[in-house]
């Protein structure tokens, strides 16, 4: 399968961005030279370069040794621990295709992914902030008849513990993957009814990984706090954590993102950079002020990147002092470009901007609604191409259609303006989303689960704002004119029920008797925001 044209490729390789390099070699590498050096803490647990290696060895072996095959895919939903990357780059290794969900994931999407992925394996932790995995692929391996196993970290219940996995005198596997094939599968925020895949090869992401850990000035000493979920395209690359494993640093684990846990393990830890939503961020610069010099010592933190939602210049004014570093802001997408800004830039930009893209060959269109480009300076839809971002969704030909051009520029759905230093700013989002706090609905998800109740005749799920999280959602919904008006609550537990992660759930719920429409008769959500309130 090839993920990019022959021609692009090429050229991706002649400029040195594709190095042919498979994105496990890393961690080889280090253990090779440095096998001493921690790679990963996890609570009390500290794996060696060389541990981490070897685990990865035997988890590749072992799913050999099971059957799995270059190729085959599995699903990964495993919270920040240190097996994460044991079975990442594992499956790396034995050219076993992950799919990277997310904790907060439930049936729906989960039982999606293993059917539309044709998975063999899933992994899952056994408990995680009080929810029971087991239960949750128990519900999945009854609903997909083709997902052979269940891997457990923790107790297995009536799963296979993950050592069961571990082979230790196995082989690896004998062909090696090539680095141009898919590596795995990133998800999609999405704006559509059902989640789409991303599919990343070495290549591509191990080029966004390098640039970024260069960008970020990332040494073998540097520590890096994943709180945001490993999976998730920002902590994983942006340089997150695998660019601290590319630089020969150290990563530590958070079980959760909370201020209290954070701040603690920055002091604990000695951590040089992490990377957080707008929202965390805001909640530990209030915890820092809060705790003032008393607080948890904070002084080994040099950098703080804040993407993933929009961060308001307030706010950005307020974080480098309150938690006495740097501030960067991170514009990205799992579909490919990633923006910062820079060391180098003056206060103004970092504050006020977005950033810039990681590579001179980053190809950025701001166009208006007819694909005209427009100038530096005025607002309008953002495409862009380049030698790490994809060139359509994994298996979803009619889809690809519209969210790529002919030329193969990605259409992001952001809406940003140019300014004069190639710096860009997010003005909006054109795309039927909403961004809560960084983790992405896709409108239409919700809205299909809600027109399956029974009282309701129509509904629109629309972003509303919020001062905490930028962003909540709120569903709009016209009902039944023979229905009993459900309660909030009942539509919200519908949802749930149905399978959704909680983020998807509305925050809030407004019946009305009709919806404004467009001048060609959709619905217009422009108009229907602007009656929240
Ligand atoms: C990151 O990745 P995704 O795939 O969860 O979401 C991408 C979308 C962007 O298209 C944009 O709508 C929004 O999230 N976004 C931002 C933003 N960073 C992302 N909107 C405003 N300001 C920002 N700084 O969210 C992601 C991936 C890699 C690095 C950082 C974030």
Not at 436 to 454: F, I, M, S, W, Y
């Amino acid at each position: 399968m090839t993920l990019y044209p022959p021609e692009a490729a090429a050229r991706h390789r002649a400029a040195g961005y594709w190095t042919g390099e498979l994105l496990d070699e890393m961690v080889r590498r280090h253990a090779a030279a440095t096998p001493d050096r921690i790679a990963v803490t996890d609570r009390e647990r500290q794996w060696s370069y060389a541990e981490l290696d070897a685990r990865a060895d035997r988890l590749a072996a072992g799913m050999a040794a099971r059957g799995l095959r270059r190729g085959d895919r599995v699903v990964l939903q495993l919270p920040n621990v240190a097996e994460f990357f044991e079975v990442f780059f594992g499956a790396l290794r034995a050219g076993v295709v992950p799919v990277m969900a997310l904790p907060a994931h439930r049936r729906a999407e989960i039982a999606y992914f293993c059917a539309f992925a044709e998975a063999r394996a899933l992994f899952v932790p056994d408990r995680h902030e009080g929810f029971d995995h087991r239960e949750l692929a128990a519900e999945v391996r009854a609903a997909v008849p083709q997902l052979l196993e269940v891997f457990v970290v923790g107790d297995p219940g009536p799963f296979a513990p993950l050592a069961e996995l571990r082979s230790p005198e196995g082989a690896l596997p004998p062909e090696r993957p090539d680095s141009g094939d898919l590596a795995f599968l990133q998800l999609s925020g999405g704006s559509t009814g059902l989640p789409k895949l991303i599919p990343r090869c070495h290549d591509d992401y191990l080029y966004s990984v390098r640039a970024s850990a260069g960008i970020c000035e990332l040494t073998p000493d540097s520590v890096y706090l994943c709180a945001l979920p490993a999976a998730h395209n920002f902590p994983l690359s942006s340089p997150g954590t695998l660019g601290t494993f590319f630089a020969g640093g150290r990563v530590v684990l958070a079980p959760d993102p909370s201020p209290a846990t954070a701040l603690a393990l920055i002091a604990r830890e000695r951590v040089t950079l992490t990377g957080v939503v707008p929202p965390l961020a805001l909640a530990w610069a209030a915890a820092a002020e809060a705790a003032g010099d008393g607080g948890p010592d904070l002084s080994s933190l040099e950098l703080l990147q804040v993407g993933g939602a929009k961060l308001s210049e307030g706010a950005a004014r307020r974080l480098g002092p309150a938690l006495g570093c740097r501030l960067q802001q991170v514009f990205g997408m799992a579909e490919g470009l990633v923006n910062y800004t820079r060391p180098e830039d003056d206060e103004h930009t970092v504050l006020t901007t977005q950033g810039r893209p990681i590579s001179p060959d980053d190809e950025v269109r701001v166009v208006d609604d007819h694909d005209r480009d427009l100038p530096d300076g005025t607002p309008g839809h953002l495409l862009t191409r380049g030698p790490y971002t994809v060139r359509g969704y994994w298996r979803a030909p009619e889809h690809n259609a519209r969210a790529f051009t002919a030329d193969g520029f990605y259409r992001t759905g952001d809406i940003v303006r140019r300014t004069a230093t190639g710096h860009l700013v997010v003005e909006g989002r054109a795309k039927d989303q909403i961004n809560r706090g960084g983790e992405k609905v896709a409108a239409e998800e919700v809205e299909n689960v809600l027109l399956a109740h029974p009282a309701v005749h129509d509904v629109s799920v629309v972003a509303v704002p919020d001062e905490f999280l930028g962003e909540r959602s709120c569903a709009y919904v016209i009902l039944r004119p023979d229905a009993e008006r459900p309660r909030p609550v009942e539509l919200k537990a519908f949802v749930r029920a149905a399978g959704l992660a909680g983020f998807k759930v509305p925050d809030r719920v407004e019946f009305v008797d009709a919806f404004p429409s467009t001048g060609i008769g959709k619905v217009s959500k422009k108009d229907l925001r602007a009656t929240a309130n």
